[in-house]
């Protein structure tokens, strides 16, 4: 299934790009945009046949108040004293979220839900019984639900925990799952931790094989893991802080994420900072996807004939049109996702062995996540 555009502050002059057209749809953000502002969004993309809006209510850490979010009407003015275990208190939420949604006639809406404390069998049954009452309140208003599934990575290294929450979820009445993955791996760091992502991919895997899609929010270049544990679709952001769901979050600017420029290089599977991709281009080892890549094409004009202008959209860009093409590639068969994580682990440690060495800006930016990645396909598999 095709990408979605996990939309951030001004995030919607990407759409407007035509290169980037191959995003199914996206999901919208009350944190940074008002619902007059949402509204005018919706607008826009009525004249884009198929192109699916999903309203995310975005209530994981309600306290914080971040951003547009306090202006909604769904927004529980209560917050603050509600017993977030009460299912009475949530069907008001879902009843004014459903009111909401229908009003704007977003294509579908995201079950509310909160970073709890402790990812208890009780918490994610709640969960689940929430999405259960907002898929009623919606019926006959043509607008879906998709259940959403907040599930703390760390969690899931217990052996059995994610066939136990695939077990709970998979009772939602709802066809798809949009999942969040939470952890403390901050936004510009790949994810490393083995039993994690083992945990994640089982998880994935599971709720798929019961039938349900799941559309797995906040991702990063993991979006060859996940697809490759069988999801349906992927997000992710322009911002670094769009690509990683932490609760650090909500506790940031709504703004989004740092101003740093740089580009993907998939066959080494990383970020390049603008050092760094002068480094690999001129070692002849920018690969045949990433010249490809329009964007990149006008970040190597611009640092040749203007150096020193800022191309930090440009690299958004090129960041969002490699992650809709590869997602589209993975579908078609045409890329094969073990096989590019063993090429790049390799193409690591060729960086390493030449004379002289190629080292990358970032003293953490050395490939190192990959071992791990490649670990935790293996071992799911079996």
Same mark, same amino acid.
């Given at each position: 299934?095709?990408?979605?555009?996990?939309?951030?502050?001004?995030? &919607? #002059?990407?759409?407007?790009?035509?290169?980037? +057209?191959?995003?199914?749809?996206?999901?919208?953000?009350?944190?940074?945009?008002?619902?007059?502002?949402?509204?005018?969004?919706?607008?826009?993309?009525?004249?884009?046949?198929?192109?699916?809006?999903?309203?995310?209510?975005?209530?994981?850490?309600?306290?914080?108040?971040?951003?547009?979010?306090?202006?909604?009407?769904?927004?529980?003015?209560?917050?603050?004293?509600?017993?977030?275990?009460?299912?009475?208190?949530? %069907?008001?939420?879902?009843?004014?979220?459903?009111?909401?949604? @229908?009003?704007?006639?977003?294509?579908?809406?995201?079950?509310?839900?909160?970073?709890?404390?402790?990812? +208890?069998?009780?918490?994610?049954?709640?969960?689940?019984?929430?999405?259960?009452?907002?898929?009623?309140?919606?019926?006959?208003?043509?607008?879906?639900?998709?259940?959403?599934?907040?599930? %703390?990575?760390?969690?899931?290294?217990?052996?059995?925990?994610?066939?136990?929450?695939?077990?709970?979820?998979?009772?939602?009445?709802?066809?798809?799952?949009?999942?969040?993955?939470? /952890?403390?791996?901050?936004?510009?760091?790949?994810? #490393?931790?083995?039993?994690?992502?083992?945990?994640?991919?089982?998880?994935?895997?599971?709720?798929?094989?019961?039938?349900?899609?799941?559309?797995?929010?906040?991702?990063?270049?993991?979006?060859?893991?996940?697809?490759?544990?069988?999801?349906?679709?992927?997000?992710?952001?322009?911002?670094? #802080?769009?690509?990683?769901?932490?609760?650090?979050?909500?506790?940031?600017?709504?703004? %989004?994420?740092?101003?740093?420029?740089?580009?993907?290089?998939?066959?080494?599977?990383?970020?390049?900072?603008? +050092?760094?991709?002068?480094?690999?281009?001129?070692?002849?080892?920018?690969?045949?996807?990433?010249?490809?890549?329009?964007?990149?094409?006008?970040?190597?004009?611009?640092?040749?004939?203007?150096?020193?202008?800022?191309?930090? /959209?440009? %690299?958004?860009?090129?960041?969002?049109?490699?992650?809709?093409?590869?997602?589209?590639?993975?579908?078609?068969?045409?890329?094969?996702?073990?096989?590019?994580?063993?090429? @790049?682990?390799?193409?690591?440690?060729?960086?390493?062995?030449?004379?002289?060495?190629?080292?990358?800006?970032?003293?953490? #930016? &050395?490939?190192?996540?990959?071992?791990?990645?490649?670990?935790?396909?293996?071992?799911?598999?079996?």
């Amino acid at each position: 299934m095709p990408s979605y555009h996990q939309m951030g502050y001004q995030s &919607d #002059n990407l759409l407007e790009d035509e290169r980037l +057209s191959s995003f199914a749809g996206a999901v919208l953000s009350p944190v940074n945009y008002s619902r007059p502002q949402v509204e005018s969004l919706l607008k826009r993309f009525s004249g884009r046949p198929g192109f699916e809006t999903i309203l995310d209510p975005q209530l994981y850490v309600p306290t914080s108040l971040q951003g547009q979010l306090r202006t909604w009407s769904y927004f529980p003015s209560d917050v603050e004293s509600a017993d977030l275990t009460s299912p009475d208190w949530w %069907g008001a939420v879902t009843g004014s979220l459903a009111e909401v949604s @229908a009003q704007l006639r977003a294509s579908a809406v995201c079950s509310p839900a909160v970073v709890p404390r402790v990812f +208890s069998p009780e918490y994610f049954k709640l969960t689940v019984e929430v999405g259960d009452v907002l898929k009623s309140q919606l019926s006959g208003t043509g607008v879906s639900t998709l259940q959403t599934l907040v599930v %703390g990575l760390a969690d899931l290294t217990q052996a059995e925990r994610p066939f136990e929450v695939a077990s709970i979820a998979s009772r939602t009445s709802a066809e798809q799952i949009y999942l969040v993955l939470v /952890g403390d791996t901050e936004p510009r760091r790949e994810l #490393n931790q083995v039993e994690e992502l083992k945990g994640a991919l089982r998880l994935i895997a599971s709720l798929e094989g019961a039938g349900i899609g799941v559309l797995v929010s906040h991702c990063s270049s993991d979006i060859l893991l996940w697809k490759e544990a069988g999801a349906s679709s992927c997000a992710t952001g322009k911002f670094f #802080n769009l690509r990683r769901f932490t609760r650090s979050r909500y506790e940031e600017p709504a703004q %989004g994420g740092g101003q740093l420029p740089y580009i993907i290089e998939e066959s080494l599977v990383a970020f390049l900072r603008e +050092s760094d991709i002068t480094r690999i281009r001129d070692a002849g080892l920018l690969s045949v996807t990433t010249l490809a890549n329009p964007f990149t094409q006008e970040i190597l004009q611009q640092l040749v004939e203007a150096p020193g202008r800022p191309w930090v /959209g440009l %690299g958004w860009r090129q960041f969002m049109y490699w992650f809709a093409a590869a997602e589209a590639r993975i579908d078609r068969g045409e890329l094969d996702v073990s096989d590019l994580l063993c090429r @790049a682990e390799q193409l690591w440690r060729e960086l390493a062995d030449r004379k002289p060495q190629i080292f990358m800006e970032e003293v953490r #930016n &050395d490939g190192a996540w990959l071992r791990a990645w490649r670990r935790a396909l293996a071992e799911f598999r079996y």
